[in-house]
């Protein structure tokens, strides 16, 4: 069964802490694995869409990179404003036009000040 | 601005009732998507539409209904034969024509009484 994983559930930082949150998958063949923010009783924001292993994105303090069997998103120096769930979704194979993602459970990130 | 516009952003149901949540974009989209999203779960795929008339069940259908009439409107009907239907209700539209990434909605909370 295709899955996917995130670790740690919940992770605080002080302001300027650098680290990184984790995505692990089952899929085998992978047609793209998509990184999104959600703030409380909001919807998910877009972040980053990686297709292939080695491939890195970056947008300010985020870095997302991906390998054959995870991938990760790198938090440089965060701030407060970044507080967070940070949700991580893959999309499999074989899922022709329906493009199906599937979801996992999300980091819960807190920058404290 | 082009986006994606759910409403109510909260609504109530008594027991027995059918509900409707709307979902309209105007970002030219073909695709779009219904999520229900739990405490500690992932987002579970409800229903989905790649064209207009169209539409599919995904992974927890029962309970709940669509229509695809027009290409910017997907609304979803929670029907009374839903067990459990207090969830945020998300919904979301891809562009499906080289690029898979999914936007998403501000969420409608909907509240059993």
């Not at chain 1, 980053?48 to 303090?61: C, I, P, Q, V």
């Not at chain 1, 990179?65 to 979704?89: Q, R, V």
């Amino acid at each position: 069964e295709d899955q996917v994983t995130q670790s740690p559930e919940a992770l605080r930082l002080q302001e300027g802490e650098s680290s990184s949150l984790n995505c692990s998958y089952t899929v085998s063949g992978l047609r793209g694995l998509f990184w999104y923010r959600q703030d409380p009783g909001k919807g998910p924001e877009f972040l980053f869409t990686l297709y292939s292993a080695g491939e890195e994105k970056e947008k300010e303090r985020l870095k997302a990179t991906l390998t054959k069997k995870e991938s990760f998103l790198h938090i440089t120096a965060p701030k407060p404003e970044d507080s967070a769930t940070y949700l991580c979704a893959v999309q499999p194979p074989g899922g022709g036009a329906t493009n199906k993602l599937i979801f996992g459970t999300g980091t819960l990130l807190a920058v404290q000040p | 601005d082009g986006g994606i516009t759910q409403s109510p952003k909260y609504l109530f149901r008594k027991e027995g009732q059918n509900v409707t949540l709307s979902c309209e974009q105007n970002l030219n989209h073909d695709a779009m998507y219904w999520y229900r999203q739990d405490p500690g779960q992932g987002l579970r795929l409800i229903y989905y539409s790649q064209i207009v008339n169209d539409f599919q069940k995904g992974d927890i259908a029962e309970g709940y209904s669509v229509s695809r009439e027009k290409k910017e409107s997907f609304p979803l009907t929670v029907t009374s034969a839903q067990k459990n239907p207090t969830a945020f209700y998300l919904c979301a539209s891809m562009n499906g024509r080289g690029k898979n990434e999914q936007f998403f909605g501000p969420g409608t909370r909907l509240t059993v009484l």
